[in-house]
Structure formats: structure tokens, C-alpha cells
């Protein structure tokens, strides 16, 4: 017992330090696994945290600038609603502080081992950081059963699914970045694949949509300056501020911010990029030299997808649409915390549609409908996990949601409606085959041209 304590421990304090401590130090140690030797694996850690560093900083300037804007129409919506959106820090607090995320890490690698060593997934991923996912519906699913197992089945179908949706992703990845052998099985932003993937298909049958083509690229090319990122930040910036009614000296601070974060946000990941591409090179070299035959990817965090303008753009626009979804009658939560995160909600939706404006920001407003849906549903039970978390107290006016994954929503479902054991076996049963479908989707269409 004394040594599951230590252990238990041990994690505890990994996963407590954080995603600028924890991004580096792992990426030095991956690095070393790799073969690149102590000064390279410096490096690439070390640019790699600078890179997650710059990055944060330029979407500083959502926090900044966006979300006072964003509050003000909160209130001139007057909302009045039952839980508040905490946002993802609140999902990956009471995620890591529940019974399941005190061995998240260990068990989440381990799912990921099996599955590579029986070639049922390419991805390595090595985004630490972001098992909190997995912990934090695996709590969901052990506050519904009142089951350990469950919670941690749970935990493992979401590991397990994410890393193939994370191998379907990575061909898109490719050819919108440029670098080979990267993945993205960041548990929310790859459980949007499908339906980006379902919804490309029914735009390309829709007369009129499939020949709308509205890009950065083409909007710089027929604007010139005017399509320019930093001037449709700035256009975007103009139009928020006005609408939450700001001084003259608040419209142009507001207009420029938001320029500055569409003309910076792309530059640091370049500067991620430049940490990434010698550990992608030598995680490739290392896997091809045990693994003859077999093609890996390194499984990186969603902030690598936003080297285009299209999602932070259509991230700005889904706030208001957000406020406007808040309104409907199934709504249950406020829009709080994550409402300044929608360049992460659509960053595929923006890679899968070729950064397609009009079918990103449709796509994300559908995605939208669903998270709040999902969140309202389950807004109870995230509560009472708050609960337990001390993040919250029992009793107070306004409960805690954080927002839902729509994939993992939809197996929760199953375990909330029908409940304890069955319920869960229901949930496994629907799981597998939904990995199954998908897998063989990723065959038939892994060597297809996109």
C-alpha cells in the first residue's frame, strides 16, 4: 500500500507541474530516447518550451483584449443559467484531482504502448500534458457507475480512440504544415476528425457551398492589404468593440491587439516548428531502425494547427455565435471560461476544409451546438466533480460545467441514460465499434491523395 502511495504520488506531483514545466522536460527526454544525444535534446526541449512560451503569450492577447468585449455582451445578453463553462484549466484541475487521474499517466502510456506494439496505431504521443482528458471523462463515467473500472475503461477507450483519430488526421497535418510524422491526438481537438471529415463531404455535394472558396491565401490575393491577417484582425477587433459599446481609445486598442495576435500567432509555431522538425527526423529514423516497414507519428498538442489565420478568425467569430447558442432553450451553461479558445474547437475543422473561411466557421457552429448540448447534459455530474475537487462549494448559487468532447459525450450517454454496469457495457460495446468503423476507414483511405 505504502509503495501505491508513493507511486500515486510521484504522478500526482508530474502532473502537477504543469504544461511549461512538464512540455520541455519531456521533449529533452524523448529526444534522448531518440538518439540525438544531450546538447541536440537540450536544444529541441528548450525551443520546443520557448515555442509553447511564445505561443501562450500571443493568445495572451485573446485575454486581453477579447474577453473583456466577450463579457460585456454577456451581459447585455442577460443570461441567467444554472452552471458557468470553467473552462479547460478547470476540466484538467478535477480531472487530475479524481480517483482516475492519480494513475492517469502510467495507464494512458501503456494504452499507447499496446496499441503500437500491435500495430493498432501509428502515433506515439508524447503530449503528457493533455491526458488530463482522459481523467476527466473517466471520472464522469466513475461518478455515474460508482465504479473504478468503469472510470478507467473509460479513460482507456478515450486514449485509444484519440491516438486513431490522431493517425487520421496526420496526412492532413502533412499537407497543411509541411512536416512529416506529426500527429495531433490531443483528445478534444482530434474527436472533431469525424465530423470535419462527414461535413467536408456534405459541402462538396451542396450546390453553390462547394464552390465557394474564401481563404487567407485568396483573400490576400483579391483584397491585398485588406486580406491581410493582421488587417482582418483588426477589422475584427474594430467590429467586437463596438458592438460591447468601447471608448475611441478602447476601439483602437482592441483593433490593434487583435491584429497583432493574427499577425503573431502563426510566427510562434514556427518557432515550435523549429524544436519539432530534427525531433520528428530522428523519432522517424529511430522507429524505422527497430520497426522495419512501419511508418510512426509523434503525437503533439492541437497548438501546432495554428500556423494559419483561418482558426484564429473563425475562433473571434464563434464567440458571438456562441452567446446566441447560449440563449436556446436546452442551454444550461454559461459562456465563461473556453469562450476565448475557439481557435482550438475548429483548428481541424480548418485543416480537413483546406482553411476554407465559411465552411470552418459552419462547421464550428455545429460543433458548438453539440459541446453545450453535451455540457448542459452533464453539467450535474462535472459539479459534483468540482465538488470533490474543492473547486468549488456545495451549495453556491452557480455550479461548474467545463466543455465536452462531443465523441466522449456521446459514450457518456449511453452510461448516464442507462446507467450503472450495463450502461457501461453498452458504452465499451458502442466504443469498439466506433474504433472498428474507423479503422477501417484509416485503411481504405490512408494512401489516398487529399
Not at 507511486?7 to 524523448?30: D, Y
Not at 450546390?207 to 487567407?216: A, F, H, Q
Not at 467569430?317 to 475557439?342: E, R, V, Y
Amino acid at each position: 500500500m505504502e509503495v501505491l502511495e508513493l507511486i500515486a504520488s510521484g504522478f500526482s506531483k508530474i502532473s502537477g507541474l504543469g504544461s511549461m514545466v512538464m512540455v520541455p522536460l519531456m521533449f529533452s527526454i524523448i529526444s534522448l530516447v531518440f538518439g540525438l544525444g544531450i546538447a541536440k535534446a537540450f536544444k529541441v526541449g528548450l525551443t520546443i518550451g520557448i515555442g509553447f512560451l511564445a505561443l501562450n503569450l500571443a493568445i495572451g492577447l485573446i485575454w486581453q483584449f477579447i474577453t473583456p468585449a466577450a463579457d460585456i455582451l454577456l451581459q447585455k445578453f442577460g443570461l441567467d443559467l444554472k452552471y458557468v463553462d470553467g473552462g479547460w484549466m478547470t476540466g484538467a484541475a478535477i480531472g487530475f484531482a479524481s480517483p482516475i487521474g492519480t494513475f492517469i499517466i502510467p495507464f494512458a502510456l501503456l494504452v499507447n504502448i499496446v496499441l503500437l506494439a500491435t500495430n493498432q496505431t501509428k502515433t506515439l504521443n508524447v503530449d503528457i500534458w493533455n491526458f488530463w482528458h482522459y481523467c476527466f471523462y473517466g471520472a464522469i463515467a466513475y461518478l455515474l457507475t460508482g465504479s473504478l473500472i468503469w472510470g478507467y475503461i473509460m479513460a482507456g477507450v478515450m486514449a485509444a480512440i484519440s491516438l486513431k483519430f490522431g493517425d487520421m488526421g496526420a496526412k492532413y497535418i502533412e499537407k497543411e504544415m509541411g512536416i512529416p510524422g506529426i500527429s495531433v491526438p490531443q483528445c478534444f481537438a482530434a474527436s472533431t476528425i469525424p465530423l470535419g471529415l462527414a461535413l467536408e463531404k456534405l459541402y462538396d455535394k451542396i450546390p453553390g457551398l462547394n464552390k465557394i472558396e474564401v481563404d487567407s491565401e485568396t483573400l490576400s490575393r483579391k483584397l491585398g492589404v485588406f486580406g491581410e491577417p493582421a488587417t482582418i484582425g483588426f477589422i475584427l477587433g474594430l467590429i467586437i468593440s463596438l458592438a460591447a459599446g468601447y471608448s475611441v481609445k478602447g476601439i483602437i486598442e482592441t483593433s490593434i491587439g487583435v491584429g497583432a495576435l493574427m499577425l503573431l500567432m502563426p510566427r510562434m509555431v514556427k518557432i515550435l516548428m523549429e524544436g519539432l522538425i530534427p525531433l520528428s527526423e530522428a523519432a522517424k529514423a529511430f522507429m524505422q531502425k527497430r520497426f522495419k516497414g512501419r511508418d510512426f507519428y509523434i503525437g503533439l498538442d492541437s497548438a501546432i494547427t495554428l500556423a494559419n489565420p483561418t482558426p484564429i478568425v473563425v475562433g473571434i467569430l464563434i464567440i458571438p455565435i456562441t452567446l446566441m447558442i447560449a440563449l436556446l432553450p436546452f442551454n444550461q451553461t454559461l459562456p465563461a471560461g473556453d469562450l476565448s479558445a475557439g481557435a482550438y474547437y475548429v483548428c481541424f475543422f480548418s485543416i480537413i476544409h483546406k482553411n476554407n473561411f465559411l465552411r470552418t466557421l459552419i462547421s464550428g457552429t455545429i460543433l458548438m451546438l453539440a459541446v453545450y448540448w453535451f455540457m448542459s447534459i452533464f453539467a450535474p455530474t462535472i459539479n459534483q466533480m468540482a465538488i470533490a475537487a474543492s473547486y468549488v462549494q456545495e451549495g453556491s448559487a452557480m455550479g461548474i460545467s467545463a466543455g465536452m468532447n462531443v465523441v466522449a459525450g456521446f459514450f457518456l450517454l449511453f452510461v448516464k441514460w442507462i446507467g450503472g454496469n450495463i450502461g457501461g457495457v453498452v458504452m465499451l460495446a458502442v466504443a469498439v465499434g466506433v474504433y472498428m468503423i474507423c479503422s477501417i476507414y484509416y485503411k481504405k483511405n490512408e494512401s489516398k491523395a487529399i
